[in-house]
Nanobody, 117 residues
């Protein structure tokens, strides 16, 4: 199994930056991809950014050029650096790991990001 703990959410003004962190533990070596998702009230959960074990990344169109996903293998942590934040980025952000040949997934508990305009 893989356990995930997110941190770094908070309240910021529009245009400011914030960095989220997702610390993984457990079967680290079996992780295939890690990603950040978000869910706003009344909306479906959506993919924000994803990073593969090989380091490839992919982003939602709405965050391209503003958000960067990265990882620190030594700390078993994935980060989401968010810049030029907008009010519409307000959501609960979740970290997800897919592991064991893409057969299983784990989610973190979520962290609230609120951007005031």
């Amino acid at each position: 199994q893989v356990q995930l703990v997110e941190s770094g959410g908070g309240l910021v003004q529009a245009g400011e930056s914030l960095r989220l962190a997702c610390a993984a533990s457990g079967s680290i070596a079996s992780i295939n991809t890690m990603g950040w998702y978000r869910q706003a009230p009344g909306k479906q959960r959506e993919l924000v950014a994803i990073i593969t074990s090989g380091g490839s990344t992919n982003y939602a169109d709405s965050v391209k050029g503003r958000f960067t996903i990265s990882r620190d293998n030594g700390k078993n942590t994935v980060y989401l650096q968010m810049t030029s934040l907008k009010a519409e980025d307000t959501s609960v952000y979740y970290c997800k790991a897919v592991f064991r040949n893409y057969l299983f997934e784990s989610w973190g508990q979520g962290t609230q990001v609120t951007v005031s305009s």
